[in-house]
C-alpha cells in the first residue's frame, strides 16, 4: 500500500488480509514497523498493536524473514498463527507460503513461551483499553509516536470530541507548537 501522510507517500507492506480491506483514498491507521537491511529501508504495517508483535516475534526466530512473516499473518491470520504456535500445531503454519515444516517447527519450538505470555497480556490490556476507552487509545497512539506520557495526555484533552483519526491530527498539530 503507499499511504499518505501530510501529502508524503509512505509504501507500506502489509498483510494481504489487511490490504483487501482497504480501497485506494480510504484513511487508515496502522502500526508500523521499519526494518533496516544492508540493502533497503522497508515499511510494515498491521492493523493492532499485537499483529506487530506477533511480526516482531516472527523475525526473531531464524529463517523468518518480513516476507515470511507478513505471509503468516496475511494468509492464516493472526489467531490461527497464535493459536497453533500455543497448541504446538506446525502443520497448519505451512498453510502460508514459504514455510515448510522444518521452519513451523522452529517457529513453535522458539516462540511457544513467548506467545503464551504476549497472549495473556493482549488479553489484559484488550479487557483494560476497552474499559479506558478513546483518550487512552489516543494517549498510546501518541506515545508509539515517540511523544512522552505527560505531552500525549495534554494533547489529548485538548483535542476535544470527534473521529479518531480526526482527534489524532488536532492532537499532532497540538504537539508540533
Request: net charge negative; aromatic share 4%.
Amino acid at each position: 500500500m503507499v499511504v499518505d501522510v501530510g501529502g508524503v507517500g509512505y509504501e507500506v507492506q502489509v498483510p494481504d488480509a489487511l490490504a483487501a480491506q482497504f480501497s485506494p483514498g480510504d484513511a487508515c491507521v496502522l502500526f508500523t514497523r521499519q526494518v533496516v537491511r544492508e540493502d533497503s529501508l522497508t515499511l510494515y504495517g498491521f492493523d493492532s498493536v499485537y499483529a506487530r508483535r506477533l511480526f516482531d516475534l516472527l523475525l526473531s526466530v531464524t529463517g523468518c524473514g518480513p516476507r515470511i512473516g507478513l505471509a503468516l499473518l496475511g494468509q492464516v491470520g493472526e489467531e490461527t498463527v497464535t493459536a497453533a504456535i500455543v497448541n504446538e500445531d506446525a502443520r497448519s503454519l505451512t498453510r502460508a507460503t514459504g514455510v515448510g515444516n522444518k521452519l513451523a517447527e522452529r517457529i513453535v519450538l522458539e516462540l511457544r513461551e513467548k506467545v503464551q505470555l504476549e497472549s495473556l497480556t493482549q488479553r489484559a490490556t484488550g479487557a483494560t483499553a476497552r474499559r479506558r476507552g478513546p483518550d487512552e487509545e489516543l494517549i498510546d497512539a501518541l506515545m508509539n509516536l515517540g511523544y512522552r506520557r505527560s505531552e500525549a495526555e495534554s494533547a489529548a484533552a485538548q483535542a476535544g470530541e470527534g473521529e479518531e483519526s480526526d482527534r489524532l491530527r488536532r492532537a499532532l498539530q497540538i504537539l508540533r507548537r
